[in-house]
């Protein structure tokens, strides 16, 4: 017999408080089409998007989350000192340790609360809600603050005429806390590597930085810069974000329609139950797709804040969030479906009931 006793945790959890930071910046599609022989048009009928925000120097993911921060834990309703633990969904913060989480955590007075990373691209706000969950649940932190931030305008081709109008930045964050009732849905996620080549980053750091890696004798140089990509004025290319659209586009539609059923199912629920649906802001066709396929009703409020915010990866469902909250197309207590799928391919869907 195991001599280990568990620690009491609460016998739920839910979303206490939600924040978002977009940046000041306004992009509109226009400033695109200064890169890419396209229209605005175009932009608009295959991705719905009108204008996006891109970070300045001062923006930056630590800076942009702690804004979003502090109007979640306020929002909440409590310190910054009780959270126990932080979690940062991220694919843009390029510096590879320390965590980003750790800067956060300081900087917003926590109490040496745990800190850490995830990459879990468009699906990452799902998985660090659901880790959040786990660890109110066995009482590891009675509250935790679970954040999506990117500068996707870091990762972006302006060349690229299938992605440059695609990506903005921003951060969205909320506040997991205990609670009495069920609130957080189970989660239903997983991965298909198989297909991870249809959302990839152009090239990997360690090609575009060949001389970072030194033969052990002579230190020459072992890298091979002729096969990277080139930009239109013979430079080597940044490292960017692409993706197949049209096998992107299939399995968004078709598959993650089938995990959201999934989700709504786990939580005894089904589509006439619902208030909200907080699709990722990856593109508005597919978020009309899956409102078709999942044949949701008229009454549902569903999020498009891609139109205005772009696709900002991780913080795409918290930033939404925050703003059909902040414009009252939502209100709290509402029963919203949430669902997240991008790159890897990795996907998470649950039911929430909104702050």
């Given at each position: ?55 300045n ?10 804004e979003?921060?502090?109007?979640a834990i ?25 965590a980003v ?95 991870s ?17 030194l ?9 091979d ?37 999934e ?23 597919i ?5 078709k ?21 991780a913080?795409?469902i ?27 391919l ?9 702050p």
């Amino acid at each position: 017999m195991s001599k280990i006793k568990a620690r009491k945790g609460s016998p739920y959890a839910r979303i206490l408080g939600v924040g978002g930071y977009r940046p000041v910046r306004v992009v509109p599609n226009e400033v695109i089409l200064e890169h890419i022989d396209s229209s605005d048009e175009w932009i608009r009928s295959r991705s719905g998007i009108e204008t996006r925000h891109w970070a300045n120097d001062e923006e930056t993911v630590a800076a942009m989350s702690i804004e979003a921060s502090g109007k979640a834990i306020a929002d909440a309703g409590i310190g910054a000192e009780q959270i126990g633990a932080v979690v940062v969904s991220t694919v843009s913060h390029f510096s590879q340790t320390p965590a980003v989480a750790t800067e956060i955590a300081d900087k917003l007075g926590t109490n040496k609360a745990a800190a850490f990373d995830i990459s879990a691209g468009c699906a990452g706000f799902g998985y660090g809600l659901t880790l959040a969950k786990g660890m109110i649940v066995d009482g590891s932190a009675e509250y935790v603050l679970v954040i999506g931030v990117e500068r996707l305008s870091d990762l972006t081709d302006l060349e690229d005429r299938a992605t440059a109008f695609l990506f903005g930045d921003g951060a969205g964050a909320v506040v997991v806390g205990p609670s009495e009732e069920p609130h957080i849905g189970p989660t239903v996620w997983g991965s298909e590597g198989d297909k991870s080549h249809t959302i990839k980053q152009t090239v990997s750091w360690d090609r575009f930085l060949p001389h970072s890696r030194l033969r052990s004798s002579g230190g020459t140089p072992t890298g091979d810069v002729s096969q990277l990509p080139l930009d239109s004025k013979g430079e080597v290319k940044f490292p960017a974000i692409t993706q197949e659209g049209q096998a992107v586009f299939r399995w968004a539609v078709f598959e993650m329609a089938k995990v959201a059923k999934e989700a709504l199912e786990a939580a005894g629920l089904t589509a006439d139950d619902l208030d909200v649906f907080i699709p990722h802001q990856a593109n508005e066709r597919i978020i009309d797709s899956m409102v078709k396929t999942l044949k949701l009703p008229e009454h549902v409020t569903v999020a498009r804040d891609v139109r205005t915010t772009g696709n900002t990866s991780a913080a795409s469902i918290p930033l939404a969030m925050e703003r059909l909250l902040a414009t009252g197309e939502a209100k709290s207590g509402d029963t919203a479906l949430v669902i997240g799928f991008g790159a890897g391919l990795v996907y998470a869907a649950t039911v929430v009931t909104l702050p």
